[in-house]
């Protein structure tokens, strides 16, 4: 079965801390990766999403990800965090081959609550 | 930028009541969704729908629940009758046929069952 998993369920840091939130799915094959936030109260908003390409993806809000294949990997890094990078963290796959067979449901993992504190 | 509109945005219903969960998904997109996520749980897709007809369904996706396009703009997921563990946010999203573009989600139903 797919299997998407954050290891992390809890992180609190300082502001201006690093921030990298890990994401690893256990199926091979050529995958298409995204990195949601849910901010307090808010829906799932796409922070960045990896197709092909650079393996390095840059989204929005200073966030950027970095695909690893043979780790089966996609890490969510910032390089500082501020207090309103409070926040759950939801990573989410799709494999290619279910896509050209017409499927599209997402994959979630099981999220990582971030708490940034000032 | 467009907008995926759900509506209610909070539900309090009796088990065994009838629910019908409303979303308003972009319109030039193709596929719709319903994902939901239970209190303190990771978000779980229901169910999948193009062309008029499921797509894709979870094993969640039972014959408790159904889904409906009544009109050229609106998406439904009808609950026939609600059970404690139903009680969860509920959000659709959808996406073009193309899902290099995203998928978008709306900002939730959250059901409650009592």
């Known amino acids: 079965a797919q299997s998407v998993s954050q290891h992390n369920h809890h992180v609190i840091l300082s502001e201006a801390a690093s921030l990298e939130l890990g994401c690893n799915y256990s199926?091979?094959?050529?995958?298409?990766l995204f990195w949601y936030v849910q901010y307090p109260g808010q829906h799932l908003q796409l922070l960045l999403k990896?197709?092909?390409?650079?393996?390095l993806v840059k989204g929005i809000k200073g966030f950027e990800a970095e695909f690893i294949k043979s780790k089966f990997s996609f890490n969510l890094r910032k390089p500082s965090v501020q207090w309103s990078d409070t926040a759950e963290y939801f990573c989410a796959v799709i494999r290619k081959s279910e896509m050209d067979t017409g499927r599209r449901a997402l994959t979630f993992g099981s999220g990582t609550r971030l708490q940034v504190q000032p | 930028e467009p907008e995926v509109t759900q509506t209610p945005s909070h539900q309090v219903t009796q088990m065994g009541q009838e629910v019908i969960l409303r979303c308003v998904p972009i319109s030039n997109h193709l596929y719709f969704y319903w994902y939901r996520q239970i209190l303190g749980q990771k978000v779980e897709f229901l169910v999948s729908f193009y062309n008029n007809e499921i797509s894709e369904k979870s094993e969640i996706f039972d014959d408790q629940f159904s889904v409906e396009r009544p009109d050229g703009s609106n998406f439904t997921l009808k609950i026939r009758s609600t059970k404690l563990e139903d009680s969860a946010m509920y959000f659709c999203?959808?996406?073009?046929?193309?899902?290099?573009?995203?998928?978008?989600f709306g900002s939730g139903t959250r059901l409650t069952v009592v």
């Open positions: 199926y091979g094959g050529t995958v298409n």
């Open positions: 990896y197709f092909s390409g650079d393996p």
């Open positions: 999203a959808s996406s073009a046929w193309d899902t290099k573009y995203g998928y978008t």
